[in-house]
């Protein structure tokens, strides 16, 4: 139940707006975006929830206005030294704020680009594995896995003080290790030492006899220091002994024990993890090889010399060379061409197979392959799944022996020329490593893959960090598995005391850090998942966690929808998360649609009424009691249910026809046979990380474009698909930008703008001035501005800050040139009409129907608000996903269309939800089929069919649990999702 908000006592203060309260945060006249000069009052320590319809200013209120002038004060309060590294932010367009506190923002664009950085870096946890390997860790040599530990001389001779009395002994110092030749001069060196026995290869000889090594033979040799007997009085003998013999050997001595091996004895070796039985070398003695120990002081393996430098946290650090594997560099990964991305259709002729090649003048490399196939024995006409393995490889990476290039050219009649044939991926390495245009390097990035390091295995290390353990784990040991399983690794440690004692504050961090992790929702990540992979709303909860375990108070934290791409089983989890911080004594700012969240709240503020223009203003603000009275708030309507979204009362029956997956086993999916029936509405569900995104981002759609366009590989991880004949176009619709620069707008993007300037061009005043299309156009010289390129702000570029835009002097951000915009169409220049809205743009070009059409499905997809020109990179995630929607919608329908949507309601109210299922339904109506990923409920309850994944994340994921029709799923106990659906279907 929501904490009532208590009454707080007021403070008289001397400033400008008389008395305000200590515990509140007080607005005034905040006009940035289409904020239309708010005031408001927030309470303090309190979780407030912003909502509101998409963009009617609930991100300007929180992220623009209150956590921008709690940044801009906090930069302020650093010396200006510091200030120099930061910048200089632009105070928010807002009269006042008082009350503000050190803000922090935890949004869905935080996630790090940076392939270093992990899920373990971000949230420290694999700082404090560093520092605990670093400090408590043990060594072992990586080759035999033996225990490395330096010894003193005093431990040495205790160890060997415990053999049994009469145990006979030899103390050698190793001086060759498997080396070949004759070794003449070390042996006559030894002798001139005063040394008069070695043993070689397990021999023990006189240094006296001429001993012929053969040459070509590997040997080991080690000089006899001294033969002892164990008894009471010889530890002064013995000290001595192992000194020379450690000054000689770099350090290394080895104990031969010699005569039979007693129970004693056997005891007292086993417990030694130095203790080895010799190999016999080059089989040239036959003698039984007696037990032995052997001693370092040094931190190397003493029987395979691997060397050790001291422990520290940064031997485990990938981002150091201390520690990153010297042939990825810590990456883990090596970019590189792909064969399966050169030649996406085996099936084709190879002249047309290989991608690269194929897609520009290729009569060079036309003749290198028929030169080629004229000298291994194949046509250029042959298909490449025709060719043998070894006329594949030759292609590939190239001929060892020069061959002839047929070339002749009619201009110096020259018949070709002698030379070696590259290969494929050499040829495409080269241009890569050393083009100078960034589109060449571009186009070849796409047959770039990344490849797990085949020294590290990807795991990032060096050997000898990766064979460092604390108790029975490496270090990778815990960070490849599961969080949850991570935590129980921690928790099953095997320590001595001293590690315990070493690791006990390390330890403590690790395991609640981990408990965080687990308490957002997070389990099924791993800590050596790159930070790029993450989705926003996991990217955000992870951020989260970080702050809960830093335990600050008095702090304003600021978050963007954090219940995105949560299902509805984590939602609970995540609350009780915010409820924590909040309890902490922090005050939690949270821009949210997610019902239990609103009414989770102590404080709600609902701006709109609508979107854009017609919003910015408070509709109403207090408890959920409040929020459900107001009757001009579309919050309150859907959340009384005065407005609902209504559950279809019939199942579409589909075209008959279906897509069928088989055993698909990519991640963590597990061997899955999946049919997703055409002609509907279907919904794809599933707890977080249960692999739905790679069942159809990485599996289905590169199987659709392979079949439609042959430049796509299938993907390995499928069996091979049924029913794609009944598809001609796979349309992927996500919340990505539409454009990365302010060039790229909703105009330009659904093709509106075409029509606009041939409108413009068709005017009386540019037939008089002789203007075609193209100088309406921005993106062309002609009617542009040139100071700014056509953009309307100049970009300055900030080294390691991002860019800005800075408005253009000359055309103050109208983009065209002063002749262009003197034409006029209903009295508004092409520059006007980028500044409408799309609803100003409709009433405008009503009786224009190749413009009309294509605006009212931006209207109808509740864009309405939105400037026809207003750029791109301002847009957010699901304005983005839905001028994609109406850009489909405008298109004629084939029938035959399947749209594959990434959870389209992020980002959307209930009305905007409730307007997105008309789409849908519409996209569906017209004969197409719409696969959805998808947490909404109101979504998952209004498709047609549901494909349920799970029943958990990660590892334990990957399963179909239900299928069927939502009524089908809410039937089977055991899917998360039907539970859910039981009850907003009222089961």
């Not at 305000?20 to 006009?31: F, Q, V, W």
Request: hydrophobic content about 35%; overall charge neutral.
């Amino acid at each position: 139940m929501p904490k009532p908000v208590p009454t707080y006592p007021t403070q008289t203060t001397d400033n400008l707006n008389g008395q305000h309260s200590t515990n509140t945060i007080r607005i005034r006249g905040a006009r940035q975006h289409n904020l239309k000069n708010i005031d408001l009052e927030l309470p303090r320590d309190r979780l407030i929830v912003f909502t509101g319809v998409s963009g009617s200013g609930k991100s300007s209120l929180a992220f623009d206005t209150i956590f921008a002038e709690g940044q801009r004060r906090y930069i302020e309060s650093l010396s200006a030294y510091a200030r120099q590294f930061l910048g200089q932010l632009d105070k928010p367009d807002v009269d006042a704020i008082e009350g503000l506190s050190p803000a922090i923002s935890i949004d869905q664009k935080s996630t790090s680009h940076n392939p270093r950085s992990t899920v373990g870096t971000v949230t420290e946890i694999y700082d404090y594995l560093r520092l605990l390997f670093g400090r408590a860790g043990e060594p072992h040599c990586p080759v035999c896995d033996r225990n490395i530990a330096p010894q003193t001389i005093d431990q040495m001779c205790d160890r060997l003080m415990e053999l049994p009395d009469s145990t006979k002994f030899h103390i050698l110092a190793p001086v060759v290790r498997g080396k070949k030749g004759t070794h003449k001069k070390l042996l006559s060196s030894l002798a001139s030492e005063g040394f008069v026995r070695v043993r070689v290869d397990g021999e023990v000889r006189e240094l006296s006899d001429s001993i012929e090594l053969v040459k070509s033979y590997t040997h080991n040799i080690e000089v006899l220091v001294d033969r002892l007997v164990k008894k009471p009085g010889i530890e002064e003998r013995l000290t001595d002994s192992l000194t020379t013999c450690l000054r000689r050997s770099d350090g290394i001595a080895v104990i031969e024990v010699l005569g039979d091996t007693s129970a004693e004895l056997a005891e007292v070796l086993a417990d030694s993890n130095y203790l080895r039985t010799p190999a016999k070398n080059n089989g040239n003695s036959s003698k039984p090889t007696n037990p032995e120990i052997t001693f370092s002081e040094n931190f190397a393996c003493p029987e395979h010399g691997a060397v050790m430098e001291e422990l520290s946290p940064r031997l485990f650090s990938f981002n150091s060379p201390y520690g990153a594997c010297p042939n990825c560099h810590g990456l883990g990964n090596l970019r590189t061409f792909s064969p399966d991305l050169i030649i996406p259709d085996p099936s084709q002729p190879l002249y047309a197979a290989i991608a690269p090649w194929s897609e520009r003048d290729n009569s060079h490399y036309l003749s290198l392959l028929f030169s080629v196939g004229q000298v291994y024995g194949f046509e250029i006409q042959t298909p490449w799944n025709q060719l043998t393995p070894e006329q594949q490889k030759v292609l590939l990476y190239g001929s060892p022996e020069k061959i002839f290039v047929n070339a002749e050219s009619a201009y110096s009649g020259e018949k070709g020329y002698h030379r070696k044939y590259p290969g494929i991926i050499p040829t495409l390495e080269r241009q890569y490593q050393e083009s100078s245009s960034e589109n060449h390097k571009q186009k070849l990035e796409l047959y770039l893959i990344d490849q797990p390091c085949p020294v590290c295995n990807g795991k990032r290390l060096k050997p000898e960090s990766l064979s460092v353990r604390l108790g029975q784990y490496r270090i990778t040991d815990l960070t490849e598995v599961s969080i949850g399983e991570c935590l129980q690794r921690v928790n099953q440690l095997q320590l001595s005391p001293r590690q315990a004692q070493i690791g006990e504050l390390a330890l403590k961090e690790i395991k609640s850090r981990l408990q965080f992790l687990l308490d957002v929702g997070l389990d099924y990540l791993t800590l050596d998942r790159p930070a790029m992979s993450l989705s926003g709303g996991e990217a955000q909860r992870i951020r989260l966690a970080t702050q809960i375990g830093a335990g600050l108070t008095g702090v304003l934290y600021v978050l963007d929808e954090p219940s995105i791409g949560l299902h509805q089983r984590d939602n609970g989890r995540l609350l009780k998360t915010l409820l924590q911080l909040r309890d902490l004594g922090n005050t939690l700012i949270v821009v949210e649609h997610d019902e239990e969240t609103i009414r989770t709240a102590d404080h709600i503020v609902d701006i709109g009424p609508a979107a854009g223009v017609h919003g910015g203003e408070i509709v109403v603000q207090g408890d959920v009691a409040k929020l459900l009275e107001a009757t001009d708030s579309l919050t309150s309507a859907y959340l009384s249910g005065r407005r609902v979204i209504e559950t279809p009362t019939e199942r579409r029956k589909g075209n008959g026809r279906s897509l069928v997956l088989q055993d698909a086993h990519r991640n963590n999916l597990k061997h899955l046979d999946v049919e997703i029936p055409l002609g509907k509405l279907v919904c794809v569900t599933g707890v977080s990380g249960s692999g739905k995104s790679t069942l159809v981002n990485e599996l289905l759609y590169p199987a659709l474009q392979h079949h439609l366009t042959h430049k796509t590989p299938f993907p390995k991880q499928l069996g091979k698909p049924k029913g794609f004949s009944a598809i001609d176009k796979a349309i992927v619709i996500d919340q990505s930008p539409i454009g990365r620069t302010p060039r790229s707008n909703p105009a330009t993007y659904t093709g509106v703008f075409n029509g606009i300037r041939e409108l413009f061009a068709q005017t009386i005043e540019a037939k008089a001035r002789g203007y075609k299309q193209g100088q309406f156009s921005f993106n062309v010289k002609g009617g542009r501005c040139e100071a700014c390129g056509g953009q309307g702000v100049n970009v300055i570029e900030m080294n390691f800050l991002p860019d800005v835009y800075v408005q253009c002097d000359v055309c103050k951000g109208a983009r065209y040139n002063r002749e262009t915009l003197q034409v006029k169409y209903k009295g508004h220049s092409i520059a006007d009409v980028l500044n409408m809205t799309v609803e100003e743009g409709l009433a405008t070009f009503a009786n224009i129907p190749k413009v009309a059409n294509k605006l009212q499905t931006l209207v109808d997809v509740g864009l309405g608000y939105i400037h026809l020109g207003q750029p791109a990179p301002t847009l957010s995630g699901g304005e983005a996903q839905r001028v994609k929607l109406a850009s489909e919608l405008s298109r004629r329908a084939t029938g035959k269309t399947i749209y594959l949507i990434d959870e389209p309601t992020t980002g959307l109210s209930f009305y905007d939800v409730h307007h997105l299922l008309n789409i849908l339904q519409r996209l569906v109506d017209k004969g197409n089929s719409v696969l959805v990923i998808e947490h909404n409920l109101d979504v998952i309850r209004c498709a047609d069919w549901v494909i349920d994944l799970g029943p958990e994340g990660g590892d334990k994921g990957g399963e179909i649990i239900a299928k069927g029709t939502p009524e089908e799923v809410a039937k089977n106990p055991k899917s998360y999702t039907g539970h859910y659906l039981r009850q907003v279907l009222g089961g």
